[in-house]
Every structure is written in C-alpha cells, then in structure tokens.
C-alpha cells in the first residue's frame, strides 16, 4: 500500500545525511567530551561544531546555545529558571491561551508555587495583538513567554513586535520557536529575544535533543544539576550523537530554507485549493497570511476527526487530529477554543503538515482518499444536515 506521511509538525523523518553524521559518534567518536584525553578532545570538537552550526541557523552566537534533551526540556527550563532566579523581583508570568503543553503545564505548575499567570487571548486567526501585551504588563511581571508559530493552526506571531513591547517595560522575553525552526528565517538578534527553545526532530533531526539559546549576559537557574556540562548550566553527559544530528539539520535546514518553504507552501496550497474544489462543509482554521508554509487545519461539517484519521491510516495516510483527544478522554484543543472554532467544528478537525519528501502525488492520492471518507462517514453521520452543525 501506498504509504503517505503528512504529520511534519508531530515529527519529520531524519535525513540520510543527518543519521550519515551521527553514525561515528556511536562506532569511532564514542568519548565523553568531558574526558581530558585525545578522545575526549575529539568527542568535544565535534560538540562544538554542532553548537556552532546550530547557532548559526539562528544567528547566534555558540556560546549562547545550551543543549538540552528536547524542546519541552528547553521550555521547562526557561519558565521554572527564571522564575527561581527572580522570584524575589516579582511572581507575574504572562503567556498565550496557545502555547504548547510544555509552556501551559509548566506555568500551571508554577501557579502551584505562588506565580501568577496571565493568559493572553488570540484573535480568530490566533494571533497575539502587542497592545494587549502591553496591557497585562505589571510592575511584577518577571517574564513574557509567545510561541513564534503555533503547532496546530500554524500562526506565525509577531515576535520582534511582541518582544519589542517587553523590553521597553524592561521585561525578559522567551519564544518557543520549536516549529519555526527550518521553516521561517530566525535571526535571535534582530527579533530582540532573550530566550529561545528549538528542537531537532522538527528538523529532519533525531529525536530527543534540543537547545535553550540564551542571549549573552543572562544566566537563570539550571534545571539539571549535576556535571559541569554545558558551562555548568545544564548537567548531564551530552547526547553527542544526537547533538552532532541536530548540528548537521541545522547547517541543511539553513541551506534549505528558501527551497523548503516554496516547496511546502506550494504543496499546501495546492492541497487547500483541491480539498476545497473536491469537499463540502470544510473550513481553514488559522490564518491565510503569516503561517507555517507545511500546515493546513481543517474542520470537516459533521464528522469526527479521529475517525478520519483512522480510515486514513488503513490507507497508508498519516495526520493528526485537531481536537487533541487522547485515547482516554476527549478534550478539546484549547487552540481551537482560543480561536473560537465551535464544540462541533472542533470534533471534526484534522491536522495536515507537510514537508521536504511530500509529492504532489502524495496529496493527489490523500485527497481522492479523504472524498470517498468523507462521503462515506457523512453518510453514516445521525446529524448530517442538522442544524446547529
Ligand atoms: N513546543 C512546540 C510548539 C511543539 O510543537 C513541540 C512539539 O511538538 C514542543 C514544544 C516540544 O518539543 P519536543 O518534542 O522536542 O519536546
């Protein structure tokens, strides 16, 4: 069977040139860069290679990359350090209703410590207005945390205008930019961040590392102790091979950036255009203009998204659903609800993203497979045509 993976945003598949540059670190390159000796020197050199090409994709400098074991260990490590470090200036924390879990259930755990929380609204098309940013500012306010594009409806925020806000009021300002990363251009210095969370398996990476960038001067509280690792920020023997995996996607991805984002904006236009010729009762969720080039968010009328999903996968497609429900419960995706998508619209919601290997027979094939779903379980559907749908 034809196998189709449109889910990039959940994970992308690690590039042959990628696994090619981690192999030595299992089989040759195997000493611990804290290791005085010539092997550990070796193993070093190859860490510092990795930080440089990883900076350089974000036009930083080296030593404000600190590596980590993913983007939520990044995201922790910014919201509980900070908090830690200047608790005693004030306990005010402001973020978005659409921040990833790794932020929303970090400031939840910090509002069981004593830290208040402000959660931004979005606009319908889940963008953070600077003004409203303003307005939450307060004389406590101790660190602002917007996530540069989000992972479901794909928004694309405005970072330089957003952080800009926090530094007139002298506030330090974090973006998760884990799904940015490799697919719009980040420069560190010019959006005027102070932290930055990414990770590699966004990037046609492994799975498993990730970086904290801090800008030159800032120091917050470690969130692993132990070794001396990482300047002493972050303990932990480093994951060489996965580090040297994220420095090699970084160095392609910065190669590849303009060829990437005309290839997955290309395609997904093209897929919103057939789904839309082909499919009534869809809806685009998320903005037309300042999105993600590989995602689309769609609401189909009447149906329920886990069940396309998983017709779709007995045709060899993989996506996700919108609505976030886990095999356990059923909860709404909390993005949707900011944007004001309604209870019935969420339900029927699925996440396509696509990336660097996807082919327009790819989307061909997906869409000529999601009429015949889609009629089929509209058919089956008790409340087609019904109102309130
Ligand atoms: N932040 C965002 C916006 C994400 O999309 C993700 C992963 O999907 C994360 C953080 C977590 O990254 P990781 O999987 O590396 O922990």
Redesign the pocket.
Known sequence: MKQVYLDY???TPVKDEVVKEMIPYYTERYGNPSSLYSQGLDAKDGLEEARRRVAGLINAEPREIFFTS????S?NWVLEGTADTLKNKGKHIITTKI??H??LHTCQYLEKQGFEVTYLDVDSEGFVKPEALEKAIREDTILISI?M???EIGTIEPIKELAAVAKDHGVLFHT?A??ALGNVPIDVKELGVDFL?I????IYGP??V?ALYTRSGLKISSFMHGGAQESKRRAGTENLAGIAGFGKAAELAGKNLENHIEHSSKLRDYFWKKIEENITGVQLNGPKEQRHPGNLNVSFDYIEGEAILLMLDANGISVSTGSACSSKSLVPSHVLEAIGVSITKMNGTVRFTVGDFTTKEDIDYTVDVLIKIVERLRELSPVTGQEGW
Do not use: F, I, L, R
Request: charged share 20%; aromatic share 0%; hydrophobic share 25%.
């Open positions: 945003s959940a994970t993913c983007g939520t260990e995201d921040e990833h790794a932020v996530m594009v989000n992972n998760d884990v799904q969370s990770s590699a398996h966004k799975k498993g990730g």
